[in-house]
């Protein structure tokens, strides 16, 4: 007998075992400091919210062909594999896969931003409208 599939919230929840998140405030510092911040929410949240300055906007379906640092999509600032990257949706919950799956890419350093944009624009940082 096999066991029980894993649901979402328990895949989730063990995949953020696996590295180390970061708040809003971490994310802006280090975004200050060379971190790419890659916000992968979709247009209408986008145009509902605003954006973080300096984020760039990479649509979740294309994520990995944007930042593997091998691929023949990549973006100019996919690098190398040890750039750190801040993946940011919109709470925070969709980024934990994103980054997981950068991780398997070989980008070490790849992490997602604790509450996603929600908690960044409640923490009082900088946003822009569309």
């Known amino acids: 007998m096999s066991a029980a599939p894993e649901g979402i919230d328990a895949l989730v929840d063990r995949l953020r075992t696996t590295y180390t998140r970061v708040s809003p405030e971490q994310a802006y510092a280090a975004s200050g400091e060379g971190s790419l911040l890659v916000d992968i929410r979709y247009q209408a949240l ?73 908690a960044w624009r409640s923490a009082g940082l900088p946003t822009t409208a569309v």
Do not use: K, M
């Open 46 to 118: 986008r145009d509902r919210d605003g954006l973080i300055p300096g984020a760039l906007v990479v649509e979740r379906n294309e994520l990995e062909w944007r930042l593997d640092p091998q691929g023949s999509h990549r973006l100019p600032e996919a690098t190398g594999h040890d750039i750190e990257v801040v993946v940011i949706c919109n709470e925070g919950y969709a980024s934990t896969l994103a980054a997981v799956s950068l991780h398997a890419l070989g980008l070490h350093r790849a992490t997602d931003l604790t509450g996603g944009f929600q």
